[in-house]
């Protein structure tokens, strides 16, 4: 089983800038894919990023250019930066991880509780 803790969410403007960290515990997550997704009132989850096992990254087209993930392995903790704030992320983020390289929620067998980030204009 993997436990995942998601922080640093908050209010911010348009423009601004959030850490949101991701901490792990359980198993290591070395070996996992680990995904953001992220979640507005009335509307479906969706995939915001994911690095994969090898270090790969890939984003969704609405975030690219303003959010980075990393992983640090040692930390057992994945992060998202999230820049250039728009009023459109506003959502509650998730933290999730998996063992294939995917961009399905579904495919995700672990998450967290989400954080909630909201960007005023």
């Known amino acids: 089983q993997v436990q995942l803790v998601e922080s640093g969410g908050g209010l911010v403007q348009a423009g601004g800038s959030l850490r949101l960290s991701c901490a792990a515990s359980g198993r290591t997550i070395s070996s996992y894919s680990m995904g953001w997704f992220r979640q507005a009132p009335g509307r479906e989850r969706e995939f915001v990023a994911a690095?994969?096992?090898?270090?790969?990254?890939y984003y969704a087209d609405s975030v690219k250019g303003r959010f980075t993930v990393s992983r640090d392995n040692a930390k057992n903790t994945v992060y998202l930066q999230l820049s250039s704030l728009k009023p459109e992320d506003t959502a509650v983020y998730y933290c999730?991880?998996?063992?294939?390289?995917?961009?399905?929620?579904?495919?995700?067998?672990?998450w967290g509780q989400g954080t909630q980030v909201t960007v005023s204009s």
């Open positions: 690095i994969w096992w090898s270090g790969t990254t």
């Open positions: 999730a991880a998996g063992s294939g390289i995917t961009v399905v929620a579904a495919n995700y067998g672990y």
